[in-house]
């Protein structure tokens, strides 16, 4: 091709285009549009209230998750009383242990989570609901209530690695399909 030729078929590429996107996520974060060098954010104010509010519902978490592990007690207690529905009992346990696992932490109670957790991945099958299993969930639950009564946050310390300790005892004898 000659350059004439070339020449004229560069005249004919249309140019680059650059899109300049407004950040729409900015704006909402900020309660608006925003002015050119204007900073966004979530008034102090609100940030107080919530915080506020997170250290309340801390202090109440043990009476509130108190009620979640007599849901799980009457579910333990259903699965003796009832094996017939076992399999359905163990699978609420398993809900309820999937809750747990992910709120203790947050409030101040890891132990919860630890238990809450093993729980959750003791219960995942709730079609082979053994004795065995019903033991194991009467291990998790005791568990429980030892950290919610005694007010066991943190780590516990020396309570709760005893704990933690009763919890592994406990999984590796009833985890196993001939433990008595």
């Known amino acids: 091709m ?13 140019g680059v285009r650059f899109y300049v996107i407004r950040n729409v996520l900015k704006d909402k974060a900020s309660g608006g549009a925003l002015a050119p060098g204007e900073k966004g954010g979530i008034p102090i104010e609100a940030i107080q209230a919530a915080e506020a509010e997170f250290n309340k519902m801390s202090e109440d978490y043990p009476d509130w998750v108190q009620s979640l592990i ?7 207690r259903r699965c003796i009383d009832t ?11 398993h809900d309820i242990a999937h809750d747990m696992k992910g709120q203790g932490g947050t409030f101040g109670y ?26 194991l969930i009467k291990a998790h639950v005791d568990g429980m209530k030892a950290v919610i009564s005694g007010r066991v946050s943190g780590d516990g310390g020396e309570i709760g690695q005893e704990l933690l300790v009763s919890l592994e005892q406990a999984v590796q004898k009833y985890s196993t399909d001939d433990a008595a």
Request: proline letters at 5%; hydrophobic letters at 35%.
């Open 83 to 93: 094996p017939e529905i076992r399999h359905e009992k163990v699978a609420v346990i």
């Open 110 to 135: 890891p132990l919860i989570t630890n238990f809450g957790d093993s729980l959750y991945k003791c219960t995942h099958k709730s079609e082979e609901a053994s004795d065995n299993l019903v033991e």
């Open 2 to 14: 000659s350059d004439a030729a070339v020449e004229g078929k560069a005249a004919k590429v249309p």
């Open 70 to 76: 007599d849901e799980l007690s009457d579910n333990y």
